[in-house]
């Protein structure tokens, strides 16, 4: 292996070291393979809609099933058009960054968005 160590891709901790053919971050605990590392990078950056089709920045997309909104007292509605969402790492499953009109910005998963 080189001298310098690619840092922690959950936590991103700079201090990540070898433990045999592992390498483990302190902070997380995270154990990864270092080839394996660039193949889960490369996975990660395609994200697909619940139908399958590829999404990217800028696309617009519409709301596949009714879901009910923390803190609002309306439902997000089957249809709604969401327009220019942004692609962004995922948090708890949540890998789309949008404005929605009329509830303002929040998260969504992929898998309930169709792209239009």
């Known amino acids: 292996m080189s001298d310098t160590l690619p840092p922690c891709p959950v936590c991103a901790c700079e201090y990540s070291y070898e433990l045999g053919e592992l390498l483990v971050c302190p902070e997380?605990?995270?154990e990864w393979s270092p080839d394996q590392e660039t193949?889960?990078?490369e996975q990660a950056t395609i994200v697909k809609d619940a139908?399958?089709?590829v999404l990217a920045d800028g696309?617009?997309?519409s709301i596949t099933k009714t879901m009910k909104v923390k803190?609002?007292?309306q439902d997000l509605k089957i249809g709604t058009k969401v327009r220019n969402i942004r692609l962004i790492t995922p948090v708890n499953g949540?890998?789309?960054d949008a404005k929605v009109d009329?509830?303002?910005p929040m998260k969504l998963?992929?898998?309930i968005v169709k792209k239009v």
């Open 28 to 30: 997380c605990a995270n």
């Open 39 to 41: 193949a889960e990078t």
């Open 51 to 53: 139908v399958g089709n």
């Open 59 to 61: 696309d617009t997309v």
């Open 71 to 73: 803190g609002s007292p």
């Open 94 to 96: 949540h890998d789309i």
């Open 102 to 104: 009329g509830f303002g």
């Open 109 to 111: 998963k992929s898998s």
